[in-house]
């Protein structure tokens, strides 16, 4: 049956057959044989004869990727208020360093307070225990003293009683009950008279000594006792003097690698922060990663190849799966999820930023017998082709591989060569095009607007006396160093409170001299708190006299101007009172809307502005922010900063008249060359034919033309650039 089914086929197109294998227009005539005939094209189509021949065949999909640092994100171990960030996006940090504070004011009063206490503790134990050492120094000595007089008298203690007839001798100490040798022969012994004078002496000098050493050793003992309790309270407190500071420790964002701030979350001083948000991260530029669209785990380990291409340079990647837990977590919360590969193999002359592409073969055959995919037919018996044999045509079965969806791999059945009928898909034009190597990018514009996310204030430093404002020595958008002199003040004394405490002062050193002169060990204390209290006084006049004595007030830090508040002469300046505001040139940014996130961190863009002298002026910046692909959406903005080189942030600033304060609202233009790709292979858009996502061009060689399949990267509005397939020099025919 399946015979007969083809037989009627080839019936029905012997009207469209010419002799040859040429690309020619198929007729529209065709006899009926009833409604088992197959439709081998769709309706209106053109047909041709086309060879079988060998060519590559790709199933291979390429994503776009970004070159971006390796990062680390930080939290605060607790729940915080922020109180400031001590590093910004594109700042170099170490290891070890501060990266943001929490609110620690509280925190910090209560440790001072307790670092007080200990310090009260140490102070009041250590006078105690010197009075104690004291008190007992010559008690100490004189017990010695004695007990080296008792020690002697026991060397030298005579014989008790006289010697006589039988006498026995003594010796040691008299004992009660002891019987002599007078005794034992029924005389009274005779004592000693040296004897009984030694004994009056020992046991004076014993006594004395017996009631000092018990004495010394109560006074002793209470000062050991005092000592045990004392270190125990003394260790307590100090544990909890370490568990508030490990509380401060937990107020501060230490950084854990070298490199530079990559994204910081957007939020200010006074803001809520839970232990769970992300804060800042941190950038290694030395270790670089690709990151691209996801691709599962499985894609990755069965792709017959997976490489990246930067600037035309083929790079081998390692694939970094993504932990189940975290894929789960960044699925339920709808986020996009990105995959992340190591560069395998030397990265020097690759930059954090670099545009490039992964490329993931599926599958790959190479030199293998093919046919247009629309030539191969099925039924129920299997594949065939309809293939030219003399002035005829002829099914004939065919055992297909794989297909790129444009060609299809034979297998077995038609040799190289063999024509075979197909829907004509790709006419060549008469014009041709020589491949070449270009440079393939986009282009990004906008405008944003200066900003200083770090400042400082320059005070009023005087606490005494009124001062009055005289000049400002110092203009905006100026660079003033710390310490320069910004402005210029004049300090009205207040001379009776200045005399009062110099009268005080003069009182209490008369009371010290006189006690110091009555030299009484009572006044010992009194003379101490005096001493203290004169210092005390002494240092408050001191700053009186210092404050009624300055004339100028100098910047409290390096940076630029950015803001001058508004003073005229004679006015008074309450303490404290904001004056000069400066911002840290190193950390000055344009800030701009950054639309389908096309700037990634490290992108290199120029910067237009109007110079100081009103002459138009270029420098160079650099994204200072990851984007999506770089980082979670916790430190995800949508906006990019532009880091501006910091010599040329004041002249920047000074062509933007009537502007001051940490954002000026004067439109910066910004311009960048993006997804640059350079010594690509390109091709114009009018040599492609692209189906079933799969390209393809018409290839001359020694006058024949054959389709070839190439993998492209991507494209713009008139040109295709190649991964590969294609080589350089290839002549293509245009559409």
Not at 308 to 317: P, Y
Request: net charge negative; glycine share 8%; with cysteine.
């Amino acid at each position: 049956m399946k015979k007969v089914r083809r037989f009627v086929c080839l019936i029905c197109i012997l009207s469209i057959m010419l002799p040859g294998c040429g690309m020619e227009e198929s007729g529209a005539g065709a006899a009926s044989a009833g409604e088992d005939i197959p439709l081998l094209d769709p309706v209106n189509d053109s047909q041709a004869w086309e060879p079988a021949a060998r060519r590559t065949l790709y199933d291979a999909k390429v994503y776009s990727a970004t070159v971006f640092p390796y990062t680390e994100e930080y939290s605060f171990p607790k729940d915080v208020i922020l109180d400031r960030f001590a590093a910004y996006p594109g700042e170099a940090v170490k290891k070890g360093s501060v990266l943001a504070y929490a609110d620690n004011s509280k925190l910090e009063e209560e440790i001072g307070k307790k670092e007080e206490q200990i310090l009260q503790m140490e102070e009041a134990f250590e006078e105690y225990r010197q009075e104690i050492v004291e008190a007992l120094y010559e008690p100490q000595l004189q017990a010695e003293y004695l007990r080296g007089i008792v020690e002697n008298l026991k060397k030298q203690k005579p014989e008790e009683y006289l010697p006589g007839e039988g006498s026995v001798s003594g010796g040691g100490l008299p004992e009660s009950g002891s019987v002599s040798a007078g005794d034992a022969a029924g005389g009274e012994p005779e004592k000693n008279p040296e004897y009984l004078e030694w004994q009056e002496l020992y046991l004076r000098y014993e006594g004395d000594y017996r009631i000092l050493a018990h004495n010394n050793t109560i006074a002793q003992t209470e000062l050991e006792q005092r000592t045990e309790l004392y270190e125990l309270d003394h260790e307590y407190e100090l544990k909890q003097l370490e568990r508030l500071k490990e509380e401060l420790r937990k107020g501060m964002l230490i950084s854990s690698m070298t490199g530079s701030v990559a994204a910081a979350r957007d939020v200010g001083k006074g803001d809520y922060i839970s232990e769970k948000d992300k804060v800042i991260a941190i950038g290694d530029p030395e270790r670089k990663l690709l990151k691209c669209q996801y691709i599962n785990k499985t894609t990755a380990a069965n792709a017959v190849d997976i490489y990246a291409l930067v600037d035309g340079r083929r790079l081998e990647i390692v694939y970094q799966p993504m932990d189940a837990e975290e894929y789960t977590r960044l699925s339920s919360l709808k986020e996009t999820i990105y995959s992340t590969f190591e560069l395998a193999e030397d990265t020097e002359d690759v930059s954090v930023g670099d545009f490039g592409v992964v490329v993931v073969v599926n599958d790959l055959r190479e030199n293998v017998l093919s046919v247009p995919q629309n030539a191969v037919h099925t039924d129920a018996e299997g594949s065939f082709v309809y293939v030219m044999k003399g002035e005829g045509s002829m099914a004939v079965s065919v055992t297909t591989g794989m297909s790129d969806g444009v060609y299809t791999e034979i297998l077995s059945g038609i040799q190289e060569g063999d024509c075979v009928l197909a829907a004509e898909s790709m006419v060549p034009g008469e014009k041709r095009y020589t491949v070449k190597k270009g440079s393939f990018h986009s282009s990004f514009q906008g405008s944003g607007y200066l900003t200083y996310p770090s400042s400082e204030n320059t005070r009023n430093p005087i606490t005494y006396g009124t001062a009055f404002f005289v000049e400002y020595t110092t203009a905006l958008y100026e660079h003033v160093e710390k310490g320069e002199v910004i402005a210029r003040i004049r300090v009205q004394p207040d001379e009776t409170a200045l005399r009062r405490n110099t009268l005080r002062l003069e009182r209490l050193q008369q009371r010290l001299a006189a006690l110091e002169q009555e030299n009484k060990e009572e006044n010992k204390k009194l003379i101490a708190s005096r001493k203290e209290e004169i210092n005390e006084l002494q240092e408050l006049i001191n700053e009186m006299t210092t404050d009624y004595g300055t004339t100028q007030i100098r910047a409290s830090r390096s940076g630029i101007v950015i803001g001058l508040r508004d003073y005229r002469p004679e006015d008074i300046l309450a303490a404290d009172a904001e004056l000069v505001e400066i911002a840290d040139e190193n950390t000055c940014y344009v800030v701009l809307e950054n639309t389908n996130r096309l700037l990634q961190y490290g992108n290199r863009v120029t910067v237009s502005y109007v110079n100081r002298d009103g002459t138009p002026g270029t420098t160079t910046g650099m994204a200072a922010n990851l984007s999506q692909t770089g980082t979670g959406s916790g430190l995800l903005t949508e906006y990019s900063l532009i880091l501006l080189p910091s010599q040329e942030v004041g002249n920047i600033a000074a062509g933007m008249p009537d502007q001051s304060g940490w954002i000026m609202r004067v439109p910066i233009k910004v311009e960048a060359v993006i997804r640059e790709m350079e010594q690509v292979l390109v091709v114009p858009k009018e040599a492609v034919w692209e189906a079933e996502g799969q390209t393809y061009v018409l290839v001359e060689e020694d006058g024949v033309i054959s389709p070839r399949s190439f993998i492209a990267g991507g494209y713009d509005a008139s040109h295709y650039w190649v991964v590969d397939g294609l080589t350089e020099g290839m002549k293509l025919c245009l559409k």
